[in-house]
Nanobody, 124 residues
Framework: QVHLVESGGGLVQTGESLRLSCADSNRTLDIFTMGWFRQAPGKEREFVAAAVKFDEAVEYGDSVKGRFNISRLDTNYMAVLQMTSLKPEDTAVYYC?????????????????WGKGTQVTVSS
């Protein structure tokens, strides 16, 4: 059973940075792809970034490209999202996701496992 645990959310000011981490605490599967989505109040869940294991493929959502960086660590059981130059519109609950698919799917329905989410708030 895959159990994703996120950490690292919080409150920051515009222009600051945050680092989110996600790990499969059970280390039950050799997960192929891990990623991050976010959801702001009243909005749909939005693709942020994802990486196939060993960083063989990496993709970013258009709104975060150039500011966020995703990497796979710890023999691929962990995904880290480094967020820089944060803006108020980045405020959302950030969810870690994982799938056995060896490809990146930008819609939520394409992912099997989800973490509970961590709040990121960027003040202006």
């Amino acid at each position: 059973q895959v159990h994703l645990v996120e950490s690292g959310g919080g409150l920051v000011q515009t222009g600051e940075s945050l680092r989110l981490s996600c790990a499969d605490s059970n280390r039950t599967l050799d997960i192929f792809t891990m990623g991050w989505f976010r959801q702001a109040p009243g909005k749909e869940r939005e693709f942020v970034a994802a990486a196939v294991k060993f960083d063989e493929a990496v993709e970013y959502g258009d709104s975060v490209k150039g500011r966020f960086n995703i990497s796979r660590l710890d023999t691929n059981y962990m995904a880290v999202l480094q967020m820089t130059s944060l803006k108020p519109e980045d405020t959302a609950v950030y969810y870690c996701a994982a799938t056995l698919l060896e490809e990146i799917v930008r819609r939520p329905a394409g992912w099997e496992w989800w973490g509970k989410g961590t709040q990121v708030t960027v003040s202006s």
